[in-house]
């Protein structure tokens, strides 16, 4: 389950009604108080179950209508809410008009001690009398509403109430479908609204004023759960051990005693031998020092962060694991603080891979870190003269104005924007870069360029701040483009024209890839090696053709190797679909380090992809 968009008014600056959308990856920019951290604050409360505080409910606004509300998309087939046998939101009729979960929290924004008012579903949802709060009533009251309607329960188990309200719902002449409040927290609703919130995503906030030290808490949690977790392993080696200490220590008091009374049997009665044990995990004390045994709280402000930022991470997947929550949201604030623009770029990779599985939510007011993300994923935060708050979302229409109000300048330090289908293929050529050059080839180094601010990937797709900067001033900076084929020949390339293009510019070169796309430059012994690296071993003998369709592929493969027992001809779309995103995803991670020159030589005889790399090193050359 996905947060698809949030909804808030009477939060802090937040008077009016707001609607912000995310995505995998959502990073809000905007000036210092523009309101970057109520949003963050808003969705804390809502996903952890805590309330506001007094100060929380806006200046001049209703008090007592402080509301935020969630919607949530990606949702599972089937889910268990107000007892053991599953349903779906969709037969519950819980989906808003866009098929999304839509949850409104209401809170007393005008107490001294604000609380959580009422929680309700918004969704298209029968309003006929009879069928219109079916989820609030239980199991008894369900088989009188049964009664008086006069169905009876043949075919049904009139213990699931998830099936006696399909019954009553199926026996009525009109629905009356309309969008209405659904109430969750009233009668039987209660356990329905239990039931459903451990479906919702984990939310581990982390926020700009965090401490750095090791021997914070937060710092010491992961830790600690390490220590407990690894004790837990040899439980039954340290209960003997506990045990055999504590026979033979209270042998020896209890003979103490013997001795003592028979020089003083008054002194003697007195006493008694105690033994107490205080957990294994206290006797450990954990930190993380470097050279020198330095610990963390004796380093630079930098590191300390960076070092408990990654705490946080791993806090956070603690937290979702304990939970049983499948998703996690990472809420991070401003983690440029302290950081070389070295690690910032680190940064952005770091959240960008992360938001491959989980989602992440950034705020920033620093332009280098705005630039670096792809303005489809940016929320800038516009307060007008008014002090009503606008989120303006990155795109054609807007990165003039982010540029401007942010204060992002072209950067004299690019040297090359390359252009791509996607993320995958910028990790591809990261990893291959990496192990040419091991093998002795000169050829640019992508990552440490990348990370030297000397190189900005892009998505054909997309775009980002830097890039719309200098094509604004027409700085003349030298482009790569690389698109795949994705044709068969002899049909005619879907981006030839984009291409031949991209080539009349000066300082600029494009290229088709020569096969479908960067997957098929793998040689199956180094996608072996990758799948055995996580013990999924597969049956490949020869590579794969030029025009195979190999993430696919792939993804069929491991599914058959699987113990599912759906064929994967049967698989839903959507999985499927997740399948092969995978494949893709662990084909251009982690099968391009295994690629060396010979293996490279032997599948891309034709060099198309040393070629990419002799235009890239020219077209800087020459500028």
């Known amino acids: 389950m996905k947060l698809a968009r949030l909804r808030i008014r009477n939060f802090r600056c937040y008077k009016e009604e707001i609607s912000i959308d995310f995505d995998d990856i959502t990073a809000f920019v905007g000036k210092n108080d523009s309101g970057k951290s109520s949003i963050m604050d808003a969705l804390d409360i809502f996903l952890n179950d805590t309330v506001p505080d007094i100060h929380d409910a806006s200046k001049g606004g209703d008090a007592k209508d402080l509301a935020i509300i969630c919607e949530f998309e990606d949702l599972p087939d089937l889910a268990i809410i107000d007892e053991a046998n599953p349903t779906s939101f969709a037969a519950e009729y819980l989906l808003n008009s866009e098929g999304r979960l839509e949850i ?26 009879g069928a219109d709060d079916l989820l609030q009533l239980k199991n008894p009251d369900l088989k009188k509403r049964a009664k008086e309607l006069g169905i009876d329960f043949t075919g049904i188990d009139s213990k699931v109430n998830a099936e006696i309200r399909e019954r009553i719902r199926e026996r009525m002449d009109d629905l009356l479908i309309s969008p209405i409040f ?49 004790l837990k392993e040899k439980e039954s080696e340290l209960t003997a051990i506990t045990a055999y200490v504590k026979k033979e220590v209270l042998k020896i008091a209890e003979a103490t005693l013997e001795k003592l009374s028979e020089m003083d049997s008054s002194l003697a009665i007195q006493l008694r031998p105690e033994f107490t044990m205080r957990g294994w995990d206290s006797l450990f004390k954990v930190s993380i020092v470097g050279d020198e045994d330095i610990p963390i709280n004796k380093r630079g402000s930098g590191v300390k962060r960076l070092i408990l930022l990654n705490f946080f991470r791993a806090k956070a997947e603690q937290f979702a694991k ?54 489809e994923n ?48 910028i990790t591809f050529l990261r990893n291959i870069s990496k192990v040419l050059i091991a093998d002795g080839l000169n050829i640019l180094d992508l990552e440490k360029m990348e990370l030297d601010g000397e190189l900005i990937f892009f998505p054909l797709g997309g775009s980002n701040l830097a890039l719309w900067t200098s094509r604004l001033e027409n700085l003349n900076r030298p482009e790569f483009h690389l698109f795949d084929r994705d044709t068969t020949p002899p049909d005619p390339l879907k981006s030839q024209i984009h291409v031949e293009e991209i080539n009349k510019r000066e300082n600029c070169k494009a290229f088709n890839t020569g096969k479908k796309e960067m997957e098929n430059y793998l040689h199956f012994e180094a996608i072996k090696k990758a799948y055995d690296e996580i013990d999924i071993h597969l049956d490949l003998n020869e590579n794969f053709q030029a025009v195979d369709d190999v993430p696919a592929m792939i993804a069929k493969k491991v599914h058959d190797s699987s113990d599912s027992d759906t064929k994967w001809d049967a698989l839903e779309k959507k999985k499927e679909d997740k399948k092969i995103s995978n494949a893709k995803k662990h084909l251009n991670g982690m099968a391009s380090t295994y690629m060396t020159k010979a293996l490279l030589d032997e599948i891309d005889q034709g060099g198309d992809l040393l070629c990419w790399f002799d235009a890239m090193k020219t077209i800087i050359q020459k500028n």
């Open 182 to 230: 659904i109430p969750l927290n009233e009668d039987n609703a209660r356990k329905a609204w239990e039931g459903l919130k451990t479906y919702l995503p984990a939310f581990a906030l982390f926020k700009s004023d965090r401490q750095s030290t090791d021997q914070d808490s937060e710092a010491q949690d992961p830790l600690k759960a390490a220590v407990k977790e690894a």
């Open 104 to 129: 409104h929290k209401f809170y007393s924004g005008q107490q001294k001690n604000p609380k959580c008012t009422g929680i309700f579903a918004y969704a298209l949802h029968p309003a006929v009398k």
């Open 322 to 375: 304990e939970k049983g929550n499948l998703n996690v949201i990472y809420a991070i604030e401003e983690p440029e603080t302290s950081q070389h623009p070295n690690n910032q770029r680190m940064l952005v990779r770091a959240f960008t891979e992360l938001s491959e599985e989980s989602q992440v939510i950034l705020s920033t007011h620093t332009p280098m870190l705005a630039r670096s993300f792809s303005d």
């Open 378 to 425: 940016l929320r800038y935060i516009h307060v007008g003269e008014d002090d009503r708050r606008e989120i303006m979302k990155g795109g054609k229409e807007t990165n003039s104005i982010f540029a401007k109000t942010l204060g992002i300048l072209p950067d004299n330090t690019v040297k090359l924007f390359i252009g791509v289908e996607g993320k995958h293929d």
